[in-house]
């Protein structure tokens, strides 16, 4: 019985030491469970749409306002000819 006394020790710190890595004493970390990867690809691919859809929002945006800056640029065009022919 000494003898099993004298081995706890090095049994626990072999278990301490399997339970400090990875999974089943492997130096890598555990794997992703599939149900987390399937979660965070179903929230990837909504946060894709929802990139993609504000994108296209921006760019309607963009297109509003560049058509309002030509229209504001054609308005002044004209008032300045008004200016002009009545100055003369």
């Known amino acids: ?4 006394r004298g081995d706890a020790p090095g049994a626990v710190l072999l278990l301490l030491l ?5 999974c089943g004493g492997a130096t890598a970390p555990c794997p992703t469970p599939t149900t987390e ?10 946060l894709e749409r929802e990139m993609d859809e504000a994108s296209r929002a921006e760019e309607a945006v963009n297109e509003e306002r560049e ?3 030509r229209r504001m640029a054609e308005a002044e065009a004209a008032l300045d000819s008004i200016a002009d022919a009545r100055a003369r």
């Open 67 to 69: 058509e309002a800056l």
């Open 18 to 22: 399997l339970a400090s890595h990875g």
């Open 37 to 46: 990867l399937d979660r965070l690809r179903t929230e990837t691919e909504r």
């Open 1 to 4: 019985m000494a003898g099993r």
